[in-house]
């Protein structure tokens, strides 16, 4: 039964493989799922011949894969990545923008050092939207309340309720999106290794192709894979990023993520709300607004350094945002009460 379901999942990829290379309007990209296509075939071989009753064999899609393939039709492989990974598509990797700008690794250190880098950016991103969510949502919860004449118990009231509410769904949210991540990438784990056992040669070859499409001649691709397959540990750690576009290092546990987000979330909605807390004042809402302000203008700056923009324009257009969502909010409750 095993061989039979490792049978129809390699021919699954290989239909997938043309259908997207039919698609595919970039020749190297083409070719490169034309002759992943290929593989799959033969890996589809190798599993055919563990079966004793190979006549009966006929591979026929699902209404998924149909549906996907349309999608992908309408909407491109790069926006459907993510879904093809999880169907066992192989080269997603080449989609991914994080690779946009940087070398091709030519030696394995290369390869475990960017993708370390690109983790540990990753988290810290992470982190730094979650602190904004939290700022620019109860600051406009706040506002919303001032703007609606509300005395200081019930805007206290709203703005502790605001930030627990965001951060239990920011905690929730990020708990269910990383235990999905966590299954989607042991079921990849586990088939990889599988196949890393059965037939390491093929794998090879498959690392090779993509290495070839992301700008390596072809015997130094064939060269890296070869290295990266001699270690089994890093070659199905290195497989799982190149062929699937998932990188193990990048997922906490689903708890970790979960406690992560809270704070963070609850860091930025604490910020308008010091004021409040430490009691009744006329000057409560211009503070709250200071000093929701000044937040808003570092956090857009640190995120400048993602995008390599200016600090300086970064925490303009962060501040932009917050005062248009924070007017929006006040006026609503000026005008509703």
């Not at 988290?123 to 969510?133: E, T, W």
């Amino acid at each position: 039964m095993e061989a039979l379901e490792n049978w129809k999942e390699e021919k699954q990829s290989a239909y997938i493989y043309r259908a997207i290379a039919k698609n595919e309007a970039n020749p190297v990209h083409k070719q490169l799922f034309q002759e992943l296509a290929l593989l799959a075939d033969r890996q589809a071989a190798i599993w055919a011949q563990k079966l004793q009753n190979t006549t009966s064999l006929s591979y026929h899609p699902t209404m998924r894969v149909r549906l996907v393939i349309q999608l992908v039709r309408w909407f491109g492989s790069r926006s459907l990545r993510v879904a093809l990974a999880a169907m066992k598509v192989r080269g997603m990797s080449i989609y991914q923008g994080a690779t946009m700008g940087h070398p091709t690794p030519t030696t394995v250190d290369e390869v475990e050092h960017r993708h370390t880098s690109v983790s540990k950016g990753n988290n810290l991103r992470a982190a730094v939207f979650g602190v904004n969510d939290g700022l620019i949502s109860n600051a406009s919860l706040i506002l919303g309340m001032a703007g609606a004449q509300a005395g200081h118990h019930f805007i206290l009231l709203s703005g502790v309720a605001g930030l627990l509410a965001g951060a239990c769904s920011m905690g929730a949210g990020e708990y269910v999106s990383v235990r999905s991540q966590r299954e989607l990438l042991e079921y990849q784990l586990r088939l990889e290794k599988e196949e890393l056992d059965l037939y390491p040669e093929e794998e090879a070859a498959e690392l090779a192709l993509i290495y070839e499409a992301r700008g390596l001649s072809k015997a130094e691709a064939v060269k890296v894979a070869h290295l990266l397959i001699q270690d089994p540990d890093k070659a199905l750690d290195t497989l799982a990023r190149e062929e699937l576009g998932i990188n193990p290092k990048e997922l906490m546990s689903p708890w970790g993520a979960a406690f992560s987000s809270f704070v963070s979330f609850g860091a930025g909605a604490f910020v308008p709300l010091v004021p409040f807390l430490l009691g009744d004042s006329s000057l409560n809402l211009d503070i709250a607004i200071g000093l929701t302000a000044l937040s808003l203008f570092v956090v857009g700056g640190v995120l400048s350094l993602f995008t390599q923009r200016s600090a300086l324009l970064g925490g303009l257009r962060m501040l932009f945002i917050g005062m248009f969502a924070g007017t929006v909010t006040y006026v609503i409750g000026s005008l509703f009460r």
